[in-house]
């Protein structure tokens, strides 16, 4: 019998880690997988989510989530998330 977590859509993982866990929590565990995304594309915009639903809740909670990731990245030597997509030009093929 599967796992029941292997039965839920990643949309319905990220909601019930958001709901269950506090940003910081989320960020780290985040940060300590930047590595497995063959695109970073993807990896920014999983956490674009992860913001968003914590936004739903409380915006000071979503920009802790942002900022705690942003810094976590930092430390392991990779690019912040990039929380903005309206820019022009820019592509998301960065190298994780």
Request: charged residues 30%; glycine residues 4%; hydrophobic residues 40%.
């Amino acid at each position: 019998m599967p796992r029941f977590d292997a039965m839920l859509t990643i949309a319905e993982q990220l909601s019930l880690a958001v709901r269950a866990y506090a940003p910081t929590h989320v960020a780290r565990h985040f940060a300590a997988h930047v590595g497995q995304f063959y695109r970073r594309g993807d990896f920014d915009a999983l956490a674009r989510q992860a913001s968003a639903l914590y936004a739903t809740r409380d915006s000071e909670e979503a920009h802790l989530f942002r900022r705690r990731l942003d810094r976590r990245l930092r430390d392991r030597h990779h690019a912040p998330v990039r929380w903005d997509t309206t820019t022009p030009g820019v592509t998301d093929d960065r190298a994780a």
